[in-house]
């Protein structure tokens, strides 16, 4: 079982930046691939980024590519999410996930286990 708790969200005008971290339990934790995504109102969670296990691969939704940065480190257990140039469509609830399966890295998942989410709120 793995525990996730995301932080860092909060308000922020448009083309400002937030930092969101996500602090993970287990021994394991650099066993594990890790993503964001996030959950707008009234739509479906969507993808957003990924990284490899050793944090050497990522990859990016289209509209976050060349904006937002993940990152981890595996000695605290934290994977991060550097987020630049915010845009209104930002806006969302985000949440962290890990990947247990670490015979394959699959960026768009399946994801097993998730954060409970943390709120960005990019105003214009």
């Known amino acids: 079982q793995v525990q996730l708790v995301e932080s860092g969200g909060g308000l922020v005008q448009a083309g400002g930046s937030l930092r969101l971290s996500c602090a993970a339990s287990?021994?394991?934790?650099?066993?594990?691939?890790m993503g964001w995504f996030r959950q707008a109102p009234g739509k479906e969670r969507e993808f957003v980024a990924a990284?490899?296990?050793?944090?050497?691969?990522?990859y990016y939704a289209h509209s976050v590519n060349g904006r937002f940065t993940i990152s981890r480190d595996n000695a605290k257990n934290t994977v991060y999410l550097q987020m630049n140039s915010l845009k209104p469509d930002d806006t969302a609830v985000y949440y962290c996930?890990?990947?247990?399966?670490?015979?394959?890295?699959?960026?768009?998942?399946?994801?097993?286990?998730w954060g409970q989410g943390t709120q960005v709120t990019v105003s214009s």
């Open positions: 287990g021994r394991t934790f650099s066993s594990y691939s």
């Open positions: 996930a890990v990947d247990a399966d670490s015979s394959s890295w699959n960026p768009r998942g399946p994801y097993d286990y």
């Open positions: 990284i490899s296990w050793s944090g050497t691969s990522t």
